[in-house]
């Protein structure tokens, strides 16, 4: 089954979800795992994919935009359709994907912002009342 991680902070602002996200994706790369960073449309996976180019200025994060020829271990996308991954999924979209249940492993994160932070309890709610495990991470 699934294994549901949720990363939760109190920390509010612009860029707080796409930091959090940087740190899981280095962690899990550094970890040998591929990552499948989705978001909820093209202008939000051009976003993180920009930030991730500045972020942090001391390191780096290989990484590109979903699509048929993408070969980086970790790659920004939105829409149905994630193509080969399988391994890790960070969610940074509003609702649960349909295909969150092919990963390996799901990342969710819970802001301080407060549109973020309730849709990350519905969310939360989803995955409680299939029955997946989840643990939850206080940052």
């Known amino acids: 089954m699934t294994e549901i991680?949720?990363?939760?902070?109190?920390?509010?602002?612009?860029?707080?979800?796409?930091?959090?996200?940087?740190?899981?994706?280095?962690?899990?790369?550094?970890?040998?795992?591929r990552i499948y960073i989705h978001c909820g449309d093209a202008e939000h996976a051009r976003a993180v994919d920009e930030a991730f180019w500045r972020r942090p200025a001391t390191g780096f994060l290989p990484h590109e935009p979903a699509g048929p020829d993408a070969a980086s271990p970790v790659v920004v996308g939105h829409g149905d359709d994630p193509g080969d991954h399988h391994d890790v999924l960070i969610n940074l979209a509003p609702a649960v994907p349909d295909f969150a249940t092919r990963f390996r492993r799901v990342a969710e994160m819970i802001t301080g912002d407060p549109d973020l932070r309730e849709a990350g309890r519905a969310r939360f709610r989803f995955y409680r009342d299939r029955g997946f495990d989840i643990q939850s991470h206080r940052l």
């Open 5 to 33: 991680l949720f990363y939760i902070t109190n920390r509010a602002g612009e860029g707080v979800q796409t930091a959090l996200a940087w740190r899981i994706a280095d962690k899990a790369w550094r970890q040998s795992h």
